[in-house]
């Protein structure tokens, strides 16, 4: 049983490979954007696998609840249960030391922010010391500060630019919403916001492939016997789908295991940057593996049925792809 499920794991862990190397493809990329024809992204390969993954998703909505009664997934279950009440503390401590990395790199939340002026550095310490200060005024405090300097890369940069790191603002949530009577919505904020912004940057690589098969040729990265055209789609499909599973609620502890551990292999690929740019993602995973849904209820669950419940995810994950292209496509 166990040579199985370590089969599995492994099987799993290669299918998901493509989805932390190309996180942010504009992090390693050189060359500039080129949009292709929307009738090129929706081409037949792209329309079938669309169609397969809502199938395997509506399935999965009552394959995965069957796996808690595994005794070594209770197990771990149980033992993650207990981890709980640290979650929080996670979050705050880990994005200061997130943002520790990036200052003494001369960054800003992601390698592609550069710290041009002196008082972005006293700003981002600022954030820091308030953040290791174990008081939720100076958490507040720093959050607040945080909020203010991240709005001005956000005024720079532009609203599509910026979604790729909306999950800073969830973190930004969740961090002035301790210790108030709205706290329990902090959490759901942060799947919420981390899901989203992994869809969003899914995304970008069907509208711009350019950059993705620039960094396919310049790393040397396998395709596994795939066409670099064809690998780009399904790469960029897994990397929505883990977003949207998170905003669900499906998979959220199975997917943040296996996606922290690629994430982690992936600097030996790209290194430094890699390490510098998901620090804060690696933090987010963490908290879902401890928290599950234990506290998030989930949109399926609005749906009693299961076949309802199979239906809403097949018809959902097709409107939200829709909708995730279509915008994209006309203001990214």
Known sequence: MIRKFLSLGLIVLVCLSPLAIYGHVKWFATKPPVKIPIEDILSPLFLTVSLLIAVLLAVLTQVIPLLMHIPIFKKINDALEGLRKYSRYILKYGTAGSLIIQVLSGTMFAPDFAIDHTWQTLVMWFIIIGLLIPHHIATKAAAIVMLGLFATLWVDYGW????????????????????????????????????????????????????TIEIIEHHGVPTFGFDPSVFIVLAAFIEFVVGYLLVVGILNRVLAIVVTVIFILTTMIFGMTEIIG?????????????????????????HRTKLDQMVFVFLNFLFVLSTFILIYYRFG
């Open 160 to 211: 599509f630019y910026m979604l790729d790191y909306g999950f800073y603002v969830a973190i930004i949530g969740v961090l002035l919403l301790w210790n108030t009577k709205l706290e329990n919505w902090g959490f759901p904020f942060l799947y919420l916001g981390t899901g989203l912004s992994l869809c969003w940057v899914a995304v970008e690589k069907w509208v711009y492939p350019s950059m």
């Open 278 to 302: 998901h620090a804060m993602i690696h933090i987010i995973l963490i908290i879902f593996v401890i928290e599950g849904v234990s506290f998030y209820y989930p949109p399926i669950k609005i």
